[in-house]
């Protein structure tokens, strides 16, 4: 069955620490995957996506992702965090097709710390 | 640009009772799909409306149902409500459906609470 996995739930860092969250998928064939955030009181926003070429994704506010196959991965990071990353992320995953319905993982929660 | 707007923002209702939540689609859009957002769980695809018809759908009753009217906004109703189904409903739209380069655009998401 198709499915997204976020092992990281709740993530604590200081202010200027490095982010790194991990995202694994299981799907067959081709897959299309994304990185959502939510900052609360806000709607979910995208944050970047991968379909196909370079796997490494540059997204909006200094966030990247990293594609690796071989390993069913998109983990996403930050060099330097700021409070203001303070949010919950999601990794979704779709086939695209008729619906490109997107498959979530359960989220992780960042709390950034000044 | 106007976003996603979901309505009400808040919703109680009895376990039994029936329930219709409201979505309008960012301008531009002609495709709403919805998700459910149980707590501690990420967002679950219930159905995508396209052109006023159900383009998918996910492992949902047929107690949950939909429209999608001419002006692309639409309504997700559930019936027989049980406490299973307290979650926050998000509403999504999109260009177009069936391709991952027309990405989703959530709204904030009704509370619903059944009792």
């Known amino acids: 069955a198709q499915s997204v996995s976020q092992h990281n739930h709740h993530v604590i860092l200081s202010e200027a620490a490095s982010l790194e969250l991990g995202c694994n998928y299981s799907?067959?064939?081709?897959?299309?995957l994304f990185w959502y955030v939510q900052y609360p009181g806000q709607h979910l926003q995208l944050l970047l996506k991968?379909?196909?070429?370079?796997?490494l994704v540059k997204g909006i506010k200094g966030f990247e992702a990293e594609f690796i196959k071989s390993k069913f991965s998109f983990n996403l990071r930050k060099p330097s965090v700021q409070w203001s990353d303070t949010a919950e992320y999601f990794c979704a995953a779709s086939h695209g097709g008729a619906t490109n319905k997107l498959i979530f993982g359960t989220g992780t929660l960042l709390a950034v710390q000044p | 640009e106007t976003g996603v707007t979901q309505s009400p923002t808040h919703l109680i209702k009895t376990r039994g009772q029936q329930v219709t939540l409201r979505c309008s689609s960012q301008?531009?859009?002609?495709?709403v799909s919805w998700y459910q957002q149980a707590l501690g769980q990420g967002p679950q695809f219930i159905f995508q409306?396209?052109?006023?018809?159900?383009?998918g759908r996910g492992n949902f009753p047929p107690r949950f149902s939909g429209l999608q009217f001419p002006n692309y906004s639409s309504e997700l109703n559930v019936n027989a409500l049980e406490l299973d189904d307290s979650a926050l409903y998000l509403c999504a739209s999109s260009v177009r459906p069936g391709t991952a380069q027309s990405p989703l655009h959530f709204g904030n998401g009704t509370r619903l609470t059944v009792t």
């Open positions: 799907y067959g064939g081709t897959v299309n």
């Open positions: 991968y379909f196909s070429g370079d796997p």
């Open positions: 301008s531009g859009h002609n495709t």
């Open positions: 409306y396209y052109r006023e018809e159900e383009n």
